[in-house]
């Protein structure tokens, strides 16, 4: 005779019911968690309810809402070309470089968005493909999707090539993100 477990008819719908019972009552505290809370107050000339946030309210973002919300690179600027310098410094571990990337501008933008993550950005210079330079006055990080967004000025023409130069200085941590420090042993047995 086998061994096994066997249930009734009815141990199995009871057990059916609680399991549906569990899966509504996590759903439910899943939705009500994220909610912020009100305080109600009610007037007392009318049926009308006041409804105040708590002292807590949700920390407002400091990005204002744009294309940089989104994870991937918005495809208004394609890119053509890139050169890159890397200056790699092993007993400071850091790397500092520039990079120049040509890129065409396949819809019209206000702004160039770029990925860059943990590095200290010391020169930003944009161009028009004829060399004349645009006014950058500031650019700012989207920490959380990692951009660097370069305002522009004013608005980039459809079909023109522009310029975009970035001097930056990075870490280099064993971290394996980006450009990072990694180290093997040889076949001598002697790290490298």
């Not at 949700?58 to 208004?76: E, M």
């Not at 990337?101 to 770029?114: D, Q």
């Not at 004829?130 to 305002?151: E, K």
């Amino acid at each position: 005779m086998e061994k096994g477990c066997v249930l009734s008819k009815a141990s199995a719908v009871l057990l059916g019911v609680f399991f549906v019972v569990v899966v509504v009552a996590v759903g439910l505290l899943a939705g009500l968690v994220g909610r912020e809370t009100c305080e109600v107050d009610r007037d007392g000339s009318s049926d009308a309810v006041v409804i105040q946030p708590t002292a807590d309210p949700a920390t407002p973002t400091p990005y204002p809402p744009g294309p940089w919300d989104n994870v991937r690179l918005p495809l208004s600027l394609l890119p053509e070309t890139y050169d890159v310098l890397l200056k790699i410094d092993l007993e400071n571990f850091v790397f500092s470089g520039n990079v120049e990337i040509l890129m065409l501008c396949n819809t019209s933008a206000t702004e160039i968005i770029v990925h860059t993550n943990k590095l200290n950005i010391s020169k930003v210079r944009f161009t028009d493909d004829d060399g004349s330079a645009r006014d950058i006055t500031d650019y700012w990080f989207h920490l959380p999707n990692q951009f660097l967004v370069v305002p522009a000025g004013k608005a980039l023409r459809v079909g023109q090539m522009y310029r975009l130069y970035v001097e930056f200085v990075g870490p280099l941590k064993d971290d394996l993100a980006g450009l990072y420090l990694s180290q093997y042993t040889g076949s001598d047995g002697n790290p490298r």
